[in-house]
């Protein structure tokens, strides 16, 4: 039976989200049971079926990206075909869905408070860093600018590795603090010169500094983590061989 997680926020009616979790499937260990991703080196003929029976639960059709933990955002149509090399989708198409796959890296999911324009954003710490304080999340806002401000945007955080697990190392801390000293709060030392980084939390700080008020889901608590939770999310910091997730957005 799937598990999907429903995004409890106050978007418009028409605007439409689900993220899946590893339940529901028919891949064998380790991609056990609803594996997504094609690229892990699960049976193909098993992801095609996953994706069968994840498509056939909702009524939208998802265009998988090929992501790069990058900040490119691709811009959806009813024409838009699987591979599109980007880490964010945004689309005004009903029945187009912005979907992410993710099994430790944060998903975002955005709309208007119009429900006019949604977009999903894939978010590692590389992306969510980014060049000179812009990363794939200001890069999104950056993609909506022209149908809505950041003052009507609202935002849904899903599950991603918690702040209990993240160990990085100083190039991660550094990539944070060094555009934002308010950053520093997120991450908190360990032995060894390490630090346990809040991914979540610095999606909301670079969130707000944005100029996005309204932001829901993923508070870093412990059910919201992949890497602590292996009976629901898949992770790769966890497992390294692991399926993926997916989160979508779209407009009915």
Same mark, same amino acid.
């Given at each position: 039976?799937?598990?999907?997680?429903?995004?409890?926020?106050?978007?418009?009616?028409?605007?439409?989200?689900? #993220?899946?979790?590893?339940?529901?499937?028919?891949?064998?260990?380790?991609?056990?049971?609803?594996?997504?991703?094609?690229?892990?080196?699960?049976?193909?003929?098993?992801?095609?079926?996953?994706?069968?029976?994840?498509?056939?639960?909702?009524?939208?059709?998802?265009?998988?990206?090929?992501?790069?933990?990058?900040?490119?955002?691709?811009?959806?149509?009813?024409?838009?075909?699987?591979?599109?090399?980007?880490?964010?989708?945004?689309?005004?198409?009903?029945?187009?869905?912005?979907?992410?796959?993710?099994?430790?890296?944060?998903?975002?999911?955005?709309?208007?408070?119009?429900?006019?324009?949604?977009?999903?954003?894939?978010?590692?710490?590389?992306?969510?860093?980014?060049?000179?304080?812009?990363? $794939?999340?200001?890069?999104?806002?950056?993609?909506?600018?022209?149908?809505?401000?950041?003052?009507?945007?609202?935002?849904?955080?899903?599950?991603?590795?918690?702040?209990?697990?993240?160990?990085?190392?100083?190039?991660?801390?550094?990539?944070?603090?060094?555009?934002?000293?308010?950053?520093?709060?997120?991450?908190?030392?360990? #032995?060894?010169?390490?630090?346990?980084?809040?991914?979540?939390?610095?999606?909301?700080?670079?969130?707000? $500094?944005?100029?996005?008020?309204?932001?829901?889901?993923?508070?870093?608590?412990?059910?919201?983590?992949?890497?602590?939770?292996?009976?629901?999310?898949?992770?790769?910091?966890?497992?390294?061989?692991?399926?993926?997730?997916?989160?979508?957005?779209?407009?009915?």
């Amino acid at each position: 039976m799937s598990d999907y997680l429903i995004p409890q926020w106050p978007a418009p009616a028409r605007v439409r989200t689900l #993220c899946t979790t590893r339940s529901g499937g028919v891949s064998q260990a380790p991609y056990d049971s609803l594996n997504l991703g094609e690229h892990v080196g699960d049976d193909p003929s098993a992801v095609a079926a996953n994706r069968l029976i994840f498509e056939k639960s909702f009524a939208a059709r998802p265009v998988y990206l090929s992501q790069v933990h990058g900040t490119d955002v691709a811009t959806l149509s009813s024409n838009s075909g699987h591979g599109i090399v980007a880490d964010a989708g945004l689309t005004t198409c009903p029945g187009v869905a912005c979907s992410i796959m993710v099994a430790d890296c944060l998903p975002v999911l955005f709309t208007n408070l119009q429900g006019s324009v949604v977009a999903a954003a894939h978010a590692g710490w590389r992306g969510l860093a980014g060049q000179g304080g812009r990363g $794939v999340l200001e890069q999104t806002l950056r993609a909506m600018d022209s149908l809505a401000s950041a003052a009507d945007i609202m935002v849904w955080l899903g599950p991603c590795i918690g702040p209990q697990a993240f160990e990085v190392g100083d190039e991660v801390r550094d990539a944070f603090t060094a555009q934002e000293p308010a950053a520093r709060a997120l991450f908190q030392p360990q #032995c060894g010169g390490k630090w346990l980084a809040d991914l979540p939390g610095l999606a909301r700080l670079r969130l707000r $500094v944005a100029g996005v008020e309204q932001i829901y889901g993923n508070d870093g608590s412990l059910p919201w983590c992949t890497y602590g939770n292996p009976a629901r999310y898949f992770s790769h910091r966890r497992d390294r061989v692991s399926g993926r997730m997916a989160a979508c957005i779209w407009l009915a």
